[in-house]
């Protein structure tokens, strides 16, 4: 196996063949490590690398496995978003200069990590605050999609997925408030699956960041299989969330004959949605495929009624609320300032409230879909990705409509909570990735899997790599 199949093999695949004596971690390390430097330049992926330090626990995590100790992940190098991945004696930045207090002990995903013998390499970017659909900060820049330098891969997890993407790591954490992991997933190509809320631990002992933006994040990561992801979770999810088989023994399974329901419309966000020709032949080309392997597929569109009226007032609430935690706000972009003022001019707290109480009735009448259907079919977000810089300068309002115009179709499972996924599914005619959307009944990402795992296996896309992959300009 030469160096770029190794780069793109997959946290799933360099984990056996550590365990096999055929790749050592110290390997995997350097060819990251010298991937990262050669590539990033160009990406902006990364706030930071470990190099020595990621060395170092490469080398022991040899020594570890020559001495007989296995662990799911020993010795394969992982990067982790710069939020809620908080390392002792690092700040955690989230995409900012506003915090300046260093951890004072790991996160719970990064104890887990390091439990299954995860060697850590780097942090990634993130816009401010993780609020937008977009990767870019006046802090640290802008980052690039592999596919095409001059656009975004996406946000808020946009550098998690531009370094998966060009093969500097194997998997990258995410985190999803509205679309965080599942946006950059789609627009780069990769798995990307928001787990059931409360699955993964968020935060820490010091910041346990239970409710964060209202009940409506999860923690979860972006990788180029569902392999990948499965072993992710069995990792990091919590023993009392985890089901009783595990995840990576799911995802390997074939599904049953399921009903599945195809649906195109979008809600209503803030703005009437855009979704693209091309957006909408991924998703009818998808239902065709599940259709010719045995699944019955319906056009069917949930209730989504007024939501999102609810969850525009639960996303602004949960930025009000991480912008009242920074350490120094008057840092913050202008931009990033006005949501607090936002949030007052929709109704303020009391808005807040009823929003996260309404989630309850929200459910009711959109989980009635789940009556006639085990999984629901969506387009991830409603056009490929856009330019960098599409909203550089733009006020609060503008760039939040901007956004709810191009990705409508993934918050409302955060406020409702269920597990659902960015799946790979073709590209355009200029090769951008285009995806779609699956959702599952709550607590349910063992349908999701099998499902992304059966399309996957009759699509393949994780041989695809992207012109930046091998350096600018340059087709891998």
Known sequence: MDGAELAFAGIFRQAELIRAGEVSSSELADLYIERIERLDPDLNAFRSVWAERALAEAGQADRRRAAGEQGPLLGVPVALKDEFADLEGDVTTIGTDAFERPARVDAEVVRLL????????????????????????KTFGATRNPWDPARNPGGSSGGSAAAVAAGMIGAASGSDGAGSIRIPAAQCGLFGLKPQRGRVPLGSVEHPHTEHWRGMTSHGCLTRSVLDTALWLDVTATAAAKPPRAFVEIARSRPAALRIAVSTRPPRLIAPAIVSDAVVAAVDDAADLLRAVGHRVSRRDPDYGLVGNNVSARYVGGIRDDIRSAAHPERLEARTRGFARLAAAMGGERAIARAVAAEQADARRIHAIFDECDVLVTPTVGTP???VGRWEGAGTLR??????????????????????????FGRTTSGLPLSIQLVGRPDDEAT?????????????????????????????
């Open 114 to 137: 390091r439990g299954a013998g995860a060697v850590l390499i780097g942090k990634t970017n993130l816009p401010e605050l993780a609020i937008y659909g977009f990767t870019e900060s």
């Open 448 to 476: 999701l899997l099998s499902v992304a795992a059966q399309i996957e296996a009759e699509r393949p896309w994780a041989e695809r790599k992207p012109p930046l992959s091998a350096g600018l300009g340059a087709q891998a």
């Open 385 to 387: 990705p856009v330019e």
């Open 399 to 424: 760039t939040l409509l901007g956004m709810s115009r191009r990705l409508p179709f993934t918050a409302v499972w955060n406020h409702l909570g269920n597990p659902a996924a960015s799946v790979p």
